[in-house]
């Protein structure tokens, strides 16, 4: 991990373009996040039924490039970590705001400055979600903001029979941008959407 300019911010993978593809398999829990070529330039796989939770992700190849590792045992408080492989450094923090239908995470820097919020869009769809699995089709959104409240980016999901999105981060300042995306491809992985 050099600098938090974004560059070279997870060792050995490229996560430097605005778009990327998020597809979750049929199997749940296996997520491939595609650029915008479609080559996997991420996999990963969440495992089940474990008291700490933690699960890598992989490049194309299948190296470990980064794991998000719950902060605590059986987190109820939704903190994670995301861990840099090859620095075993923590280069960006996820926390889970509890609110009544939507959902709200916030992106820290290991230090806890705020770098991104990424907040659902539509509390009715959500809610929706919540009280049937019948409901679990519906797509629904994620707004990504700066710490003033500026739009960087959106996370936007498809109308698929499996979890399929679009994210989209432009000019995040000061925060790097390729832990504002990492942390937009676990929280996929986080809801078990």
Do not use: C
């Not at 959902?103 to 769809?125: C, F, K, M, T």
């Not at 409240?149 to 959106?154: N, V």
């Not at 995040?172 to 832990?179: I, K, S």
């Amino acid at each position: 991990m050099s600098d938090t300019t974004g560059r070279d911010v997870i060792g050995g993978i490229d996560l430097s373009s605005d778009r990327y593809v998020i597809k979750q398999s049929y199997i749940r829990s296996k997520y491939a996040v595609e650029d915008a070529n479609g080559n996997v330039v991420l996999k990963g796989r969440k495992k089940r039924f474990k008291l700490k939770e933690e699960f890598p992700f992989t490049d194309s190849g299948g190296n470990v490039v980064f794991r998000i590792k719950a902060r605590n045992l059986l987190d109820v408080s939704g903190s994670y970590a995301l861990e840099d492989e090859a620095t075993g450094e923590t280069f960006a923090v996820i926390e889970k705001e509890f609110t009544m239908f939507k959902h709200v995470y916030n992106v820290r820097s290991p230090d806890g400055a705020l770098w991104a919020r990424i907040e659902s869009e539509s509390a009715l769809v959500m809610a929706l979600k919540g009280v049937s699995e019948l409901f679990g089709l519906l797509p629904h959104s994620y707004s990504v903001t700066g710490p003033n409240g500026e739009s960087i980016g959106s996370i936007e999901e498809r109308f698929s029979l499996r979890d399929v999105y679009d994210v989209r981060i432009g000019d995040a300042g000061d925060a790097p941008r390729e832990a504002i995306i990492a942390a937009a491809v676990a929280i996929d992985a986080l809801e078990e959407n």
